[in-house]
């Protein structure tokens, strides 16, 4: 994939969806900064007002990056590599490493993905996928059994484990029935 580039029409329409934005956010930060109405901006001084516009700009990109930031992340979890993210951005496969070095999850040891938990005289079994997420499968005391890997993942080992003891809860024997 190559760097996109925009024709002169697309500019010209970012330029002015990006000025629609930036005005009104110009507008609230000089305010706050002087106490001025936002309306009355446009009567400070040509120079007050450039660094009002500058400040403002600050934000926005300051904002692209954090978006820039979830969208290279987005694109790694569904798998796409380094060296992908970098042709999308123009810069290397390390470059990219270095720009977003949280983007790409490196695989985990084998024995870094499952977890046993046994609780109220069952067991549930705690397995990560590739994707990162959690999920578990569980057999209570009193035999019955359950798989929760068909339901949505959960984020953390914690919070599939709280779902499985849950579960493993709910199926314990009353003392009345343990043998």
């Known amino acids: 994939m190559t760097v996109p580039e925009i024709t002169p029409e697309e500019q010209a329409e970012l330029d002015k969806a990006l000025y629609d934005v930036l005005n009104p956010l110009a507008s609230a930060l000089r305010s706050r900064e002087t106490g001025a109405p936002a309306n009355r901006m446009w009567d400070a001084s040509p120079v007050e007002v450039a660094l009002s516009v500058l400040a403002a700009w600050k934000v926005v990109d300051g904002e692209v990056k954090r978006l820039t930031e979830r969208a290279a992340a987005t694109a790694g979890s569904y798998g796409a590599s380094y060296e992908q993210l970098g042709t999308v951005w123009g810069i290397t496969r390390q470059g990219a490493r270095k720009k977003w070095p949280d983007a790409v999850s490196r695989p985990a040891p084998a ?6 938990l046994a609780l109220f005289g069952g067991t549930a079994e705690l397995v990560q996928s590739p994707s990162g997420a959690w999920d578990w499968t569980g057999r209570g005391a009193d035999g ?3 798989t929760d890997v068909d ?3 959960y984020v953390t080992a914690e919070e599939a484990a709280a779902h499985a003891g849950a579960f493993l809860k ?3 024997l009353a003392l009345d029935e343990q043998p």
């Open 170 to 172: 709910e199926h314990a």
């Open 144 to 146: 019955v059994s359950r």
């Open 151 to 153: 339901g949505a993942p």
């Open 111 to 116: 024995t870094a993905g499952k977890s046993t």
